[in-house]
Each structure stands twice: as structure tokens, then as C-alpha cells.
């Protein structure tokens, strides 16, 4: 049977196709005809440009709705996505470009001067832009592509095993791994989310979330997507913006969010029961929602925030119900066709209220991760779980709390932040002798990145003759530390406070204690 995720949205297309699928926040309408001969238009570039299934496409471009189209070109041509968070810096880009070694690669006009050497640097074919209107060169070549061209209506079979994408996730040893996510793991959770959380004809779903990760890519256009023969529609916004966000909740049923963006939301004065009257679903995910963040929300609007667990490897996980109770502080059950177990240090099945490494099976789950075959070795059971790196426990009901990490990782906003990662920079730099990274509570980004530093012992400072420059060491400072951090990476993950120590807590085993830190900058940034 043909997996081709592009033909399982395709078959739910409406037969009406001047039906409207997207509205932007300029006021663009896109009906299915646009959508559907735009993503023509791409498909046959594609094959043009002779990129056969199974070849990386890698694009580091703004949310647009052309943006859309390309991800769904791209499904419906075989070839494998690879989409890049548009914060990232030249530096990381090309670890993720020579590792994936795509034919084509698709960015933001404004990167052209440093995508243009990398690209060649790595003899990467093909090369266009989009910008975040849809414009730039790719749209040009793709505009004198006929749409009648002869692969117009051919979607290129895919099997079980078809890769659909491949989305980095920072390793914890700072190397990033390629998860590689097949058609049928997708098409497999969409369906089950799409069911689960009961969308219903004429839902419309605000969007304002990034499309290159899973939670605004693969679970909130997915859905929509899926519901398309239902008349369901799209908001589109091309960022979260809390004002602009509730007056888009007048006029739409559904809204995807990570916690940053429903405390945001609470921060408006004007976010009231009344601006939410047409509501029927407010899903958090991505990051822990905490539970005063729950409460207020309930006080503020009726409304009970569904919080769902999921991973980039895996998609979503567990869920709590549409109808049932949704208890803050959990993310309710497994998933329908989703096996989830905790298992504890003894390497048998956590109680109710013990807390274990979360696992998973299911049709999911990725076969595993590209080109690293230790590491499928090192994150798979020998019967096939996944295990998360999650702790977890089940509590008297059965919903599973997620209650920590056995990874060193930090969530800043619903973005992942691996220290490791972090550490070897800021190692480099000249003036440290070593540091620890930490992610700290912060009431907007619910965890903030913190670099704790060990300075080196400089040489004694010799004095410069008058009329020479002083060419003495600058002792590291934390504002020379952010400023050469916002040179390597993505905003995100530059720290948001730097602290200058004698040394760092260590264990008996000389291990960085980071709890210790942890406790110690605690309060950094909380009232
Ligand atoms: C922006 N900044 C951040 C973050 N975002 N710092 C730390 N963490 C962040 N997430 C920086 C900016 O660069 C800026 O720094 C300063 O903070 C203030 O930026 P601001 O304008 O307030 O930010 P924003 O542009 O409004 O973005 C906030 C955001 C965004 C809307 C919450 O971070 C976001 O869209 N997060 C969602 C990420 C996501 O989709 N995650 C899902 C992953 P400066 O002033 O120095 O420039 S998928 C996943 O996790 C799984 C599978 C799942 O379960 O879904
Ligand atoms: P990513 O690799 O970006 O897909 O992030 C996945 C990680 O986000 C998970 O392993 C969890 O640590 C975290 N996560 C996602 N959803 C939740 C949630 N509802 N509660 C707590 N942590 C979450």
C-alpha cells in the first residue's frame, strides 16, 4: 500500500477545491486549487532539478504558507525534508549540511552571503531562496515549471520504511543526531491525534507556532491538514504574537501552544472568557506546563488546557482526554496504538507513584537516527523501546507526570538547549579554564540558560610603553561571553546571565555536581 503521507492529505482534500484552507494575518485567502498547483509546481522543480526520492532537500527559510507547500512538495515527490530552525547560525548550519549531505537546499535570502560559500564548500547542487512572503528565486523557477508538467499528478509511492524527514536533535554529547522519521510514523500519529482530539467539521485552527519543528510541522498542520474535508481551515500567523493571537481566538476553535505562549496570553489584559467564546481546544505542549499556569487559565477562561507529551524522535506520545478529566501537572495516558513503560533502576516496572525511565513502542516510533548506528544501539531496548531519557510516573489514575530528566538538557521556551553543546564553546574561548551549563526557572521561557565559569589565572599584567597599545589580557567577562554567543548560535540558546566562580562544585568522582548549581541560581531570574 502506498505510504506517501501526501496522498493520505490529498484523499482529504475537499471536492470543492475554491474551499479556503489558509488565511494569513495580512488577510490572504489560499484555496485548495492554489495550494494544490503551487505544490505542483514545486514537485515538478524538483524532479527538474533530477532530486530522486530518498535525497535530502534541507530548508532553512520563515514560516510562509509557500513554506507549507514546499514540506508537502517535497512529501509528495519521495524526497526527505530537512528543516532547519531559521535561528540557527552559519556555524551550526553546516554541521547539520555536511551531515545530511542534501542535493538541494532552500534558505533566506538575507543568508545569501554565507550560504553561498558553505553550499559550494560542500558542493551542494542546487541551490535557491524563499522569503518569508514566498517570493526569491525558488518560487521564480518553480513559477515557469507548468503546472500540467507531466509529474503534476504523480505522487511517488513510499513504503513503511520511506523516509519523510530527517529533524536534528542536540546529542548529549554536542554532537546533533538526524532523527529520521518515516511517512508511516507520521501518518500514524496524525491520524491518532486528528481522532483523539476529535476534530470536527468547520474547526479552524490558529497557527502560531515555528513550522520547523514537530509541534507546529507535524502535529498542528497535520491535523488541520487531515481535517480538510471537514471544511477545517487554517489561521496562519507567521509568529506568536499574545495581542495579535487573541484577537485571531475570536474567530477560530483550536489553538496549539508551548506554556511560554499561554503565559503570554494570561499577561493580556484583554485574553477574557468572552475572547475564547467560539473555543472548543486549547492543546500545550513541547515543555512542562506548570500548574499555575493551568489554574489561572481555567479561572481566567473556562477553559481547561489538554496537555500532551510528545519527542521529535517519537511524535506524540501521551495525551490527556478530549472528554474525561485533564488533570494539570500530567500529560494523561499513552496514545491509542502508543505502548509507553516506566521502568525503574532495578530494571523492572515502576509502581503507581515511582518514578522510572519513560520508553515507547508503536508505529511512531523512528527506525532511528541517520548515519549513527552506536547511537541506535545505545537509545533502543533490546526489545525495541525507545527510551526517552524522560522520567516519569503513573499516578493513582494511570496518567503519566513527567517529573525530570535523566538527560543533561535544557527547555527554553519549548526549545531544546543541549549544555554540552554550550560548554564547548564557551571552553574555547580564551580567558576560561572551564564552565557548566544550566537551565535555571525563568517566569517567560520556563527554564533560562545560565553559564557558570572558571576563569583562567592570567599572567601578571606587564605594563604597555606609552606609545604602544596595551597588549595586556582582558580577563573574561560574562558581556564578552554572551557577545561571542550570539556570534555562534542560535539567539535561543545564547545565555541569558553568566556567572564568574572560583571553581564548580564536584562530586567525589570529580563530576560537575549541576544540581548544586541548579539550587544555587535558582532564583536568577524569579521574584
Ligand atoms: C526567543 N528568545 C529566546 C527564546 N525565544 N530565548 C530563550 N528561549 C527561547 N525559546 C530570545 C530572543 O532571541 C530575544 O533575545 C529574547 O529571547 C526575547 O525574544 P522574544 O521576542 O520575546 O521571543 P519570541 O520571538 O516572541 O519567541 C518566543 C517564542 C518562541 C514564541 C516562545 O521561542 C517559540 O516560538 N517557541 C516555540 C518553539 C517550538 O515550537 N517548540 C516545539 C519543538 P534578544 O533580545 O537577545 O534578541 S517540538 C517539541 O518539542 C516536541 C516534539 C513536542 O512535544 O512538541
Ligand atoms: P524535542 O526533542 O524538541 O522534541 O523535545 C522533546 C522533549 O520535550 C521531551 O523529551 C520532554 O523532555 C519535553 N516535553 C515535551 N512535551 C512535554 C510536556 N508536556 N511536559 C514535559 N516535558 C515535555
Not at 188 to 201: E, I, V
Request: hydrophobic share 40%.
Amino acid at each position: 500500500m502506498n505510504q506517501n503521507l501526501f496522498a493520505l492529505f490529498q484523499s482529504r482534500f475537499p471536492g470543492d477545491r475554491s474551499t479556503i484552507f489558509i488565511e494569513t494575518e495580512t488577510g490572504r485567502l489560499i484555496n485548495f486549487a492554489e495550494l494544490e498547483t503551487t505544490i505542483a509546481r514545486y514537485a515538478s522543480l524538483i524532479r527538474t532539478l533530477d532530486i530522486a526520492p530518498g535525497e535530502r532537500v534541507a530548508v532553512q527559510i520563515e514560516k510562509s504558507p509557500e513554506a507549507l507547500m514546499l514540506y508537502l512538495a517535497c512529501l509528495k515527490v519521495g524526497v526527505v525534508y530537512l528543516p532547519l530552525n531559521s535561528a540557527y547560525r552559519a556555524g551550526e548550519i553546516a554541521y547539520f549540511l555536511d551531515d545530511a549531505q542534501p542535493k538541494l537546499v532552500i534558505h533566506a535570502p538575507r543568508d545569501e552571503d554565507w550560504m553561498s560559500p558553505l553550499c559550494a564548500g560542500l558542493n551542494i547542487e542546487h541551490r535557491f531562496t524563499m522569503s518569508e512572503s514566498g517570493g526569491g528565486s525558488w518560487s521564480i523557477n518553480a513559477s515557469r515549471c507548468p503546472p500540467n508538467n507531466v509529474f503534476e499528478s504523480e505522487i511517488v509511492p513510499r513504503s513503511d520504511h520511506d523516509l519523510a524527514a530527517i529533524l536534528y536533535t542536540s546529542g548529549t554529547t554536542g554532537r546533533s543526531k538526524g532523527a529520521m522519521i518515516t511517512h508511516r510514523n507520521l501518518s500514524s500519529n496524525a491520524l491518532t491525534l486528528h481522532q483523539y482530539w476529535g476534530f470536527a467539521p468547520g474547526d479552524r485552527l490558529l497557527h502560531a507556532l515555528p513550522l520547523f519543528h514537530v509541534h507546529g510541522l507535524f502535529v498542528a498542520a497535520h491535523t488541520a491538514l487531515l481535517n480538510a474535508q471537514h471544511g477545517g481551515r487554517m489561521v496562519f500567523h507567521s509568529k506568536f504574537d499574545a495581542k495579535a493571537a487573541v484577537t485571531a481566538l475570536n474567530d477560530v476553535t483550536v489553538f496549539m501552544g508551548v506554556p511560554t505562549m499561554y503565559t503570554r496570553l494570561l499577561a493580556e489584559p484583554s485574553f477574557t472568557e468572552t475572547a475564547c467564546k467560539k473555543m472548543r481546544l486549547f492543546v500545550s505542549g513541547s515543555a512542562p506546563l506548570l500548574a499555575d499556569t493551568f489554574n489561572a487559565f481555567q479561572t481566567r477562561t473556562g477553559h481547561t488546557i489538554l496537555e500532551r507529551y510528545g519527542m521529535t524522535e517519537t511524535g506524540m506520545i501521551a495525551s490527556n482526554p478530549l472528554l474525561g478529566e485533564r488533570k494539570g501537572g500530567t500529560v494523561g495516558r499513552a496514545l491509542p496504538g502508543v505502548t509507553v513503560r516506566l521502568m525503574n533502576e532495578d530494571g523492572g516496572h515502576a509502581k503507581t507513584n515511582e518514578v522510572g525511565g519513560l520508553q515507547v513502542k508503536g508505529p511512531n516510533v523512528l527506525p532511528g537516527y541517520w548515519r549513527m548506528p552506536e547511537k541506535n544501539k545505545e537509545e533502543f531496548t533490546d526489545d525495541g523501546f525507545f527510551k526517552t531519557g524522560d522520567l516519569g510516573l503513573y499516578d493513582v489514575d494511570g496518567y503519566i507526570a513527567i517529573v525530570g530528566r535523566s538527560k543533561d538538557l535544557v527547555i527554553s521556551g519549548a526549545y531544546n538547549i543541549y549544555p554540552k553543546e554550550l560548554e564547548l564553546l564557551v571552553d574555547e574561548m580564551d580567558g576560561v579554564s572551564e564552565s557548566a551549563v544550566i537551565g535555571v526557572p525563568h517566569p517567560d521561557f520556563g527554564e533560562a540558560v545560565v553559564v557558570v565559569l572558571v576563569a583562567k589565572q592570567l599572567p601578571p599584567r606587564i605594563p604597555a610603553p606609552a606609545s604602544l597599545p596595551d597588549a595586556g589580557f582582558e580577563p573574561i567577562s560574562e558581556s564578552a561571553v554572551i557577545a561571542a554567543m550570539k556570534t555562534k548560535v542560535a539567539n535561543f540558546k545564547v545565555p541569558k546571565r553568566v556567572f564568574i566562580v572560583d571553581d564548580l562544585p564536584r562530586n567525589a568522582m570529580g563530576k560537575v555536581q549541576k544540581n548544586e548549581l541548579r539550587k544555587r541560581y535558582a532564583s536568577t531570574f524569579m521574584p
